[in-house]
C-alpha cells in the first residue's frame, strides 16, 4: 500500500450504531487530520493530530471521536449519529514541523457515509 | 479568519481547449500559501499547483499554471490543453505561512467538465 488508505470506502449505518473509519498513511508524516466534506460546502477540518496529539478540535460534537494511536494510524470513531453526518470523510497527512507552509497534505480517497 | 471563495460552481471546457477557475480569498497576512486540488470522481485529492506568497512569479506545473494577484487576493487556475483526465472538482486552498501547523482553508470548489 502507498499514500494515504482508508477504510471502509462506503458505510451505512443506523443512528444507534456504532463505527469506526480506519486510515493509514505509509509516507513517513506525523502530522493527521479528518475532514468533512458536504455538498456544496467548503472541506470542514474535523480534527488535527501532530505528533500524535490532538492540536485542533474545531468544534465538532462528541459524537465524533478521533484516535490516533501511533503517526500512521487515525481512526474517527461515531455513536448515535444523525442523518445531516452523512458525508464524504476524508483523511490526510503531511509533514510537521514544517519549516515553511509549502508543503502539501496527501488525502485518502475517503468513506463515503450514510447515516439513516 | 481567512476565507477562500471560488465563484464557478461548475466550469466545462472543450478538450484541447484552455480553462480558467477563479478563486479568491480575505487574508489580513503578508505571508502564505495557495493551492490547487484535484479531485477526480474517484475521489482522491491530489495537489495540481502551489504558489508562495512572497514570489512574484506565478507557479507552472506542465499544463497548469496560475495568475496571482496578491493585492487584488485572486489566484486563478488556467488550464491549457485540456484533457478528459482534467474532469475533476478543483478546489483553492489557502494556508498561513506560520511555523505552526495551520490548517489548510479551502474554497467549496468548481465541477470541471471536459467535453470531447
Known amino acids: 500500500e502507498t499514500g494515504v488508505t482508508q477504510t471502509p470506502r462506503h458505510l451505512v449505518m443506523g443512528m444507534t450504531n456504532k463505527k469506526s473509519l480506519k486510515c493509514e498513511q505509509h509516507l513517513g508524516h506525523n502530522a493527521m487530520y479528518w475532514y468533512k466534506q458536504s455538498a456544496k460546502k467548503p472541506l470542514e477540518l474535523m480534527f488535527v493530530?501532530?505528533?500524535?496529539?490532538?492540536?485542533e478540535n474545531n468544534s465538532v460534537p462528541s459524537r465524533f471521536s478521533p484516535e490516533c494511536p501511533n503517526s500512521s494510524h487515525l481512526f474517527l470513531h461515531l455513536h448515535t449519529l444523525q442523518p445531516e453526518d452523512s458525508a464524504l470523510y476524508l483523511c490526510?497527512?503531511?509533514?510537521?514541523?514544517?519549516?515553511?507552509?509549502?508543503?502539501?497534505?496527501?488525502f485518502g480517497p475517503g468513506t463515503r457515509l450514510t447515516v439513516l | 479568519a481567512q476565507t477562500v471563495t471560488q465563484s464557478q460552481p461548475e466550469m466545462s471546457v472543450q478538450e484541447a481547449e484552455t480553462v480558467t477557475l477563479s478563486c479568491t480569498y480575505d487574508t489580513s497576512e503578508s505571508d502564505y500559501y495557495l493551492f490547487w486540488y484535484k479531485q477526480p470522481p474517484s475521489r482522491q485529492m491530489i495537489l495540481v499547483i502551489r504558489?508562495?506568497?512572497?514570489?512574484?512569479q506565478n507557479a507552472t506545473e506542465n499544463r497548469f499554471s496560475v495568475n496571482f494577484q496578491k493585492a487584488a487576493k485572486s489566484f486563478s487556475l488556467k488550464i491549457s490543453d485540456s484533457q478528459l483526465g482534467d474532469a475533476a472538482m478543483y478546489f483553492c486552498?489557502?494556508?498561513?505561512?506560520?511555523?505552526?501547523?495551520?490548517?489548510?482553508?479551502f474554497g467549496k470548489g468548481t465541477r470541471l467538465s471536459v467535453i470531447a
Open positions: 504558489q508562495e506568497a512572497y514570489k512574484q
Open positions: 486552498a489557502y494556508r498561513s505561512a506560520d511555523s505552526g501547523n495551520t490548517p489548510l482553508v
Open positions: 490526510a497527512s503531511s509533514q510537521y514541523p514544517r519549516t515553511s507552509g509549502r508543503d502539501e497534505q496527501f
Open positions: 493530530y501532530s505528533l500524535e496529539e490532538r492540536v
